[in-house]
């Protein structure tokens, strides 16, 4: 089974910094894309940033510049280091990855999230 688990979430003022943490455990090949999405009431959930196993990142517009994503493959973790953070970053945010377990086909696996709120 399969699991990724979020952390590093909380309650910040506007232009301060959060770093999330999402560890994937239990039994799986390789680790593809991962990924960081969002969701905040009444809205869809969005791509906030991803990253290849080869490090290659992807961001959306709103956080360019202020957010940075990055991997531990060793750890099977991914982070996001969150700074100038503005109020309308308020959301859930889920770690997302894709890999192949160990018995079944490669998909995508998502963490239960973890909420920012950004303060005005």
């Known amino acids: 089974q399969v699991q990724l688990v979020e952390s590093g979430g909380g309650l910040v003022q506007a232009g301060g910094s959060l770093r999330l943490s999402c560890v994937v455990s239990?039994?799986?090949?390789?680790?593809?894309?991962m990924g960081w999405y969002r969701q905040a009431p009444g809205k869809q959930r969005e791509l906030v940033a991803t990253?290849?196993?080869?490090?290659?990142?992807n961001y959306a517009d709103s956080v360019k510049g202020r957010f940075t994503i990055s991997r531990d493959n060793a750890k099977n973790t991914v982070y996001l280091q969150m700074n100038s953070l503005k109020p309308e970053d308020t959301a859930v945010y889920y770690c997302?990855?894709?890999?192949?377990?160990?018995?079944?086909?490669?998909?995508?696996?998502w963490g239960q999230g973890t909420q920012v709120t950004v303060s005005s």
């Open positions: 990253i290849t196993s080869g490090g290659s990142t």
């Open positions: 239990g039994s799986f090949f390789s680790i593809k894309d």
């Open positions: 997302n990855a894709n890999l192949r377990p160990l018995y079944g086909p490669r998909g995508d696996y």
